[in-house]
T-cell receptor, first 116, second 112 residues
Framework: SAVISQKPSRDICQRGTSLTIQCQVDSQVTMMFWYRQQPGQSLTLIAT?????????ESGFVIDKFPISRPNLTFSTLTVSNMSPEDSSIYLCSVFLATPIYNEQFFGPGTRLTVL | GQQLNQSPQSMFIQEGEDVSMNCTSS?????WLWYKQDPGEGPVLLIA?????ELTSNGRLTAQFGITRKDSFLNISASIPSDVGIYFCAGQSMDSSYKLIFGSGTRLLVRP
């Protein structure tokens, strides 16, 4: 498995500002993902962040709104830009681990964002 | 796009009872994963299924991957209060993206 930490764990932000969320993994991983979980909802994939390449965004998510960095194999950041109350959600990073026997995804504890 | 239909949406059961929840999809998945999410936490992986028809247990949890690779169920036997949480199924794409598609979740409440 992988131990994943996120910072901050929660934040309350003003409309129009930006917040950068950090994700740190205890081992080197190639594939990392960023998800959003709106209140009372399931998880929706924002983007795939592989080291050495540009992030790949899902339909409905754009780089200008959610810029992502992946400087090395253990770290990534997601920025929520020009925030509005609709961006209030839990943001989660996850990593994909694969061996010849299994492949699994593990999640960080999430960052709970409230936008006023 | 791909969707997972998860049911039931919520369950309120007596401690000691068995629980069953399932997910179906119109798409085929390579891998099927079951997660549990506690309040204020990220999802925790419970069981991963890789082969069509595979039946896997993890303590009081049992899950099966459907023969068609389009469905799965999760059973919890002899429920206890700490089983309370939201359970999500997730299907992993057949392509090399390894993206997960999540079900809508089943909220489980256990009455002591």
């Amino acid at each position: 498995s992988a131990v994943i930490s996120q910072k901050p764990s929660r934040d309350i932000c003003q409309r129009g500002t930006s917040l950068t969320i950090q994700c740190q993994v205890d081992s080197q991983v190639t594939m990392m993902f960023w998800y959003r979980q709106q209140p009372g909802q399931s998880l929706t994939l924002i983007a795939t962040a592989n080291q050495g390449s540009e992030a790949t965004y899902e339909s409905g998510f754009v780089i200008d709104k959610f810029p992502i960095s992946r400087p090395n194999l253990t770290f990534s950041t997601l920025t929520v830009s020009n925030m509005s109350p609709e961006d209030s959600s839990i943001y989660l990073c996850s990593v994909f681990l694969a061996t010849p026997i299994y492949n699994e995804q593990f999640f960080g504890p999430g960052t709970r964002l409230t936008v006023l | 796009g791909q969707q997972l239909n998860q049911s039931p949406q919520s369950m309120f059961i007596q401690e000691g009872e068995d629980v069953s929840m399932n997910c179906t999809s119109s798409s085929i998945f390579n891998t099927w994963l079951w997660y549990k999410q506690d309040p204020g936490e990220g999802p925790v992986l419970l069981i991963a299924l890789y082969k069509a028809g595979e039946l896997t247990s993890n303590g009081r949890l049992t899950a099966q991957f459907g023969i068609t690779r389009k469905d799965s169920f999760l059973n919890i036997s002899a429920s206890i209060p700490s089983d309370v949480g939201i359970y999500f199924c997730a299907g992993q794409s057949m392509d090399s993206s390894y993206k997960l598609i999540f079900g809508s979740g089943t909220r489980l409440l256990v009455r002591p």
